[in-house]
């Protein structure tokens, strides 16, 4: 078992900036893909960003590619997402995730709480 759980989340004006951190605890941290997915209130969840287990690739949907950049420290088990340029149409609670990767939630086993990220106009 993988534990995730989500920080950094806030009340932010348009245009601004958050970080997100995400902690790992259990399993070797290292071994899994990580992934930021977001759900705004009415709507599916969505994927927003991946990182392989190395770091070494990075992949994000087109809504936020240029503005979030998705960042791992196995050292440190945590996975991070840095947004900026931030838009209201981003407001959704933040869900980190882990497992074997890539764009849909089926590729991921484990799940955090989630955080509320607010934009405000």
């Known amino acids: 078992q993988v534990q995730l759980v989500e920080s950094g989340g806030g009340l932010v004006q348009a245009g601004g900036s958050l970080s997100l951190s995400c902690a790992a605890s259990g399993r070797t941290f290292s071994n899994y893909a990580m992934g930021w997915f977001r759900q705004a209130p009415g709507k599916e969840r969505e994927f927003v960003a991946g990182i392989t287990w190395t770091g070494e690739f990075t992949y994000y949907s087109d809504t936020v590619k240029g503005r979030f950049t998705i960042s791992r420290d196995n050292a440190k088990n945590t996975v991070f997402l840095q947004m900026n340029s931030l838009k209201p149409e981003d407001t959704a609670v933040y869900y980190c995730?882990?497992?074997?990767?890539?764009?849909?939630?089926?590729?991921?086993?484990?799940w955090g709480q989630g955080t509320q990220v607010t934009v405000s106009r």
């Open positions: 995730a882990g497992g074997r990767g890539r764009y849909s939630g089926d590729g991921y086993t484990y």
